[in-house]
């Protein structure tokens, strides 16, 4: 028989634990919401090569949010942009120009997340490089010749490599033969081991730590005879300015709490999941560190000037 004192004492029960049922439902909301992620990068190197680079890590997010995520290579850096704009990518690994100039084309997005060198820095070079072997020792020497850079979204391959030959009073399309846009770091890099150019833009983080670097340690690159190239055989005639480190960045519209796992599986990585972190940059990075839109702000003003070189010309 249910007494008034049984009844009473079941319904103080009941809202006693109310709270904390709805907050294991908030909880899920997010993943009932996104059942799976989309994270996309902009290949650096061939497809098949971000795949392997990339897959541990992806596997260790899944298991980190519970949720499928799926790796998607983008074909360029416009790509990227427009993806997240229309909401198809949840996160992406961008480069700070792309990530500038999403900002500017008015992409709801933040940053969240900046790698980090092995010396503690957060920064990178463009470089030009030629062939050790050619006669070419400055940028001057290399008048009439053809160069080979990437992408106009990307930093090192375009945007800073413009900037820098404009402070040296240089105009590309009058200085050199041709200006090639190759795609990728990678295929710059191939044009000029190929002779298809003279110089070739790329990043450059340190000696042993680069995009050349990292092709070179896959044997991609060969000499006429067959035998493997080393970075001795390639030569730097130009370093940029620092360029602030790479950022991964989120939608503004997704969840709070959605957010605030993605963030924390990132950085938790390094310690959570070694051997995957440690593939996403050859074992060279330190963990990912917070970073904001505020730190892209230099290169907003980068992609800016170069946008006003280009309606000059």
């Known amino acids: 028989m249910l007494t008034r004192r049984h009844v009473l004492g079941t319904a103080l029960a009941a809202a006693a634990t109310a709270p904390f049922a709805s907050a294991a439902r908030a909880a899920d909301d997010w993943r009932t919401q996104f059942p799976e992620i989309v994270f996309a990068v902009v290949p650096a190197e061939n497809a098949s090569g971000v795949t392997d680079r990339y897959a541990p890590f992806v596997e260790y997010l899944s298991k980190q949010l519970g949720v499928k995520v799926t790796l998607r290579i983008a074909n360029d850096y416009a790509a990227l942009i427009e993806g997240q704009r229309a909401g198809n990518i949840q996160v992406a690994y961008y480069g700070p120009a792309s990530f500038a100039r999403a900002l500017v084309t008015g992409v709801k997005v933040t940053a969240f997340a900046i790698d980090v060198n092995n010396d503690g820095s957060k920064g990178y070079y463009s470089v030009f490089y030629v062939l050790a072997d050619s006669p070419y020792k400055t940028v001057e020497d290399l008048k009439g010749k053809a160069l ?3 992408d106009p979204n990307s930093t090192s391959g375009y945007n800073m490599p413009l900037f820098a030959l404009n402070k040296m009073g240089i105009d590309p399309k009058t200085f050199f033969s041709n200006v090639v846009l ?17 110089a070739a ?3 450059w983080m340190a000696p042993g730590d680069s995009n050349l670097t990292r092709m070179l340690n896959k044997g991609m690159l060969k000499k006429p005879d067959g035998s493997p190239m080393k970075e001795s055989d390639f030569r730097i005639v130009l370093k940029s300015d620092l ?8 939608l503004d519209a997704l969840p709070e709490d959605m957010k605030a796992a993605i963030r924390q599986a990132f950085f938790d990585s390094a310690a959570k999941a070694p051997e995957a972190f440690a593939k996403l940059s050859d074992g060279k990075n330190k963990p990912f560190a917070p970073t904001t839109n505020a730190d892209y702000d230099d290169t907003i003003k980068l992609i800016k000037f170069v946008d006003n070189l280009k309606k000059k010309g």
């Open 148 to 150: 080979g850079l990437v």
């Open 182 to 198: 190759t795609g990728s770091h990678e295929n710059a890099v191939i044009a000029l081991s190929s002779g298809q150019v003279q």
């Open 201 to 203: 833009a790329n990043f």
């Open 243 to 250: 360029i602030i480190n790479d950022p991964t960045a989120y």
